[in-house]
């Protein structure tokens, strides 16, 4: 008894050890996680970064005006471009802004101008104002994250501005986003992207399709918060659409990290019924090899799935380590059933893990009731196993 005792000690002590490898893999994910988000600034630089955008104000000396009503038209085109092994969603987006002002009483306006904040260039097709082109002079803006007033065109101070409409391209990366400078906005977005996520004020209308998707938001808002807008509004009442990549394998792999120490202590379970029931003598030593090699499937899924599919990387990890560990029980349980036991066991497990990592919504409802059900077919199985016969040897 003295002996059974010291093996539960000795094996529960392995698995908390094994929790170190464990902790080891999940900081090579977040290393990696941070190379990602280097990556992204790198293109964010080269390419175009995430944007957001308010609209277009008059200038005239230090007062700026807002329109009292805008339309904003964009249409997206899509792509995954790479870096080494990393994917960045990228777009192109074309944009109309069109403004209407009420400033019919006033003389003269000398500038106008838009709101954005974006790190890369903005290319300007054309500018109108009252229904007639304005040269700028520029066929492209220089706009620095976060700046963001960009001067478009220089007016003639005889006229009053009734309307406008700027046509202009802009490229990015991951996400567009939106803020209301007008009394009223309406903001039609559409791409060719399967998987958006909309974040802040939702649309009112939207489509998603696996081919595409539209949106539309409707916001409308007072005067005062028009005229005493201030840069943190500009970035806290953003809204609008995040290209969302479903299947981050470094999201993924950390989901899967998750259920290792369960992993773990479900089959030293089994090894140490398997030590009563049928009389064997397994070294702890063998059982930090077998914990080893269940630790090793997180590192082989992380470094293929950086290459090929993460469903073709999780079964090509799985059946590594299942027919590892499988091989290696025939000897140290000495019996080829008890090893196909193991190595069955291990199957369902994996398997279970993959459904449960692809139903993001129902994950934890699916988990829940796989380890209830695992828990009770274990008191199932080990109800009449009478644990003081084991005899010390």
């Not at 700026?64 to 790479?82: F, G, L, N, V, Y």
């Not at 838009?114 to 104002?129: A, F, K, P, R």
């Not at 990015?172 to 977005?189: D, M, Q, V």
Request: aromatic share 14%; charged share 20%.
């Amino acid at each position: 008894m003295k002996n059974q005792i010291i093996k539960t000690l000795v094996i529960g002590a392995l698995i908390l050890g094994l929790l170190v490898p464990i902790m080891i893999v999940k900081s090579i994910v977040n290393e990696r996680k941070q190379r990602q988000s280097e990556v992204y600034a790198e293109m964010s630089r080269g390419w175009g970064s995430q944007l957001i955008l308010g609209g277009i104000y008059l200038e005239s000396g230090t007062d700026r005006e807002a329109p009292k009503s805008q339309q904003i038209e964009c249409s997206m085109k899509t792509e995954i471009r790479r870096k080494g092994i990393f994917k960045v969603p990228s777009f192109t987006a074309e944009f109309t802004l069109s403004a209407e002002f009420d400033n019919s009483d006033k003389i003269s306006t000398s500038m106008l101008g838009m709101m954005v904040s974006h790190n890369g260039q903005i290319e300007l097709e054309s500018v109108q104002v009252n229904g007639e082109l304005v040269d700028t002079g520029k066929n492209f803006i220089a706009s620095a994250d976060p700046y963001l007033y960009n001067d478009l065109a220089e007016l003639s101070p005889a006229a009053a501005v009734k309307t406008c409409t700027v046509k202009f391209r802009i490229r990015g990366i991951e996400k567009i986003a939106f803020t209301n400078t007008a009394l009223s906005s309406r903001i039609a977005l559409s791409a060719d992207w399967a998987d958006p996520n909309f974040f802040g004020y939702l649309p009112s209308e939207r489509n998603v399709t696996s081919s595409g998707f539209t949106a539309e938001w409707n916001v409308i808002a007072d005067s005062s918060y028009v005229q005493n807008y201030e840069y943190y509004k500009y970035i806290e009442d953003s809204f609008g659409v995040l290209l969302y990549v479903p299947q981050n394998v470094y999201q993924q792999t950390d989901r899967v990290i998750k259920y290792a120490l369960l992993f773990i202590f479900l089959t030293f379970a089994i090894f140490f019924t398997f030590e009563n029931v049928f009389k064997l003598r397994i070294h702890p030593f063998q059982y930090l090899l077998v914990g080893g090699a269940l630790t090793i499937f997180y590192l082989l899924l992380l470094s293929l799935s950086e290459h090929i599919a993460f469903g073709i990387s999780y079964l090509a990890a799985s059946v590594c380590v299942v027919v590892l560990v499988g091989l290696y029980c025939r000897s140290i349980l000495r019996e080829n059933k008890r090893a196909l036991i193991i190595a069955a066991f291990l199957a369902v497990l994996y398997s279970f893990l993959y459904i449960l990592i692809q139903m993001q919504e129902y994950s934890l409802l699916l988990g829940s009731a796989g380890v209830f059900f695992l828990l009770s077919g274990t008191m199932f199985l080990t109800r009449k196993i009478d644990w003081y016969s084991w005899n010390d040897k």
